[in-house]
């Protein structure tokens, strides 16, 4: 019997409550602000199988995350989580945990059509899909690899057949598409999705981001009242990440996930778990604690609690907090297709 850590509380007495999962390192896009095409080649050493958690390693861990720390939610990503085989047994396997709420996934979207219904009747509740233009020419060369806008809405319109719960994420960048902030927030409102979006971050060491490319919350609004005028209302629940807004005139929400002009570290609850099975307490840590290797060298799932627990409870993070007040030292980052979004 594994003892109780539901009340395990960080340095910051933040508590454990949202894991993150990243089931692949690899991707079928190469969009530039995540997994650039000239760093991600095709020599790049992606991992191979044996060094990827089992799906059975998978369902350990997660229980123990569940059972003991009183996670609620697990959030299934990546690389883009669809690229690894059988992702609905994966799926199949954690909704039958009991005490686990919601299961999602953030996906871009391209392999829906082929696996949303199964998906959705193994368990899953609700995917968040990646969109950063409605424009074919934007859109195929900040994903990297030319892929038509058409492939995404395809995988959207499947999730909805299938009975999906429906969010749509887009990373604004400052000369690239701020221009389609616009047609993406009259598209997803005509269609009855919220739209969140996201600043363009300084994630992993590869996307040569700057201060200056971030287009803010407070810019976005702007933009968006000047056609559709927004108001704020009431998060979800305490500690809700995006920021909620919803149309003047009634009809429909948008999302911002503001982690560089408004950090939210003071109520980040989120692990993430690597493709290989370590731990990180922070999106932008420099390194992860290797549960792999406890699970694989025959620890007891008391053994693995201790060890996450002491994790959680000597945890400090609070980057984007020290980036805003300039008191982040540089450091080497894990990339973001590594762990996930
Ligand atoms: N491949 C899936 C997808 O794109 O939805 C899941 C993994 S992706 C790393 C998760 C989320 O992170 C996506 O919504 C993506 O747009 C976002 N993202 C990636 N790099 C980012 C960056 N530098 N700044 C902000 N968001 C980023
Ligand atoms: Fe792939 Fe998602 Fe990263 Fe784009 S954001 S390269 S789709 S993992
Ligand atoms: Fe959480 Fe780290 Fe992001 Fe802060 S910077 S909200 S601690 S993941």
Known sequence: MTANNEHVLDQKDRPLRDLRISVTDRCNFRC????????????????????????????????LFV??????????????????????????????????RDIAMTTNGVLLPVYAEKLKKAGLKRVTISLDSLDDERFKTINGRGVSVSKVLDGIEAAKQAGLGIKINMVVQKGVNEK??????????????????????????????????????????RILNEGMPIESIDPNYKGEVAKRYRYQDGSGEVGFISSVSDAFCATCNRARLSAKGELFTCLFASS??????????????????????????????????????????????VEMSYIGG
């Open 32 to 63: 530039t602000y995540c997994m650039p095409a000239e760093i991600f080649g095709k020599d790049y050493p992606f991992l191979p199988k044996s060094e990827l958690l089992s799906f059975e390693e998978l369902e350990r861990l997660a229980k």
């Open 67 to 100: 059972h003991t720390f009183g996670v609620e939610k697990i959030r299934l990503t990546g690389g883009e989580p669809l690229m690894r085989k059988d992702m609905p047994e994966l799926v199949g396997k954690l909704s039958r945990i009991p005490g686990l």
């Open 180 to 221: 389609d902030i616009l047609p993406m927030a009259r598209y997803f409102k005509e269609k009855g999705h919220i739209l969140r979006f996201i600043e363009f971050m300084d994630v992993g060491n590869t996307n040569e981001w700057n201060q200056k490319s971030v287009v803010t919350k407070a810019d976005i609004i």
């Open 288 to 333: 992860g604690f290797d549960l792999r290797k406890l699970v694989r060298s025959g620890q007891s799932d008391q053994e693995l609690v201790e060890a996450i627990g002491t994790v959680w409870r000597n945890r400090d993070d609070q980057y984007s907090l020290d980036r805003a007040q300039s008191k982040a030292a540089p450091r080497k980052k």
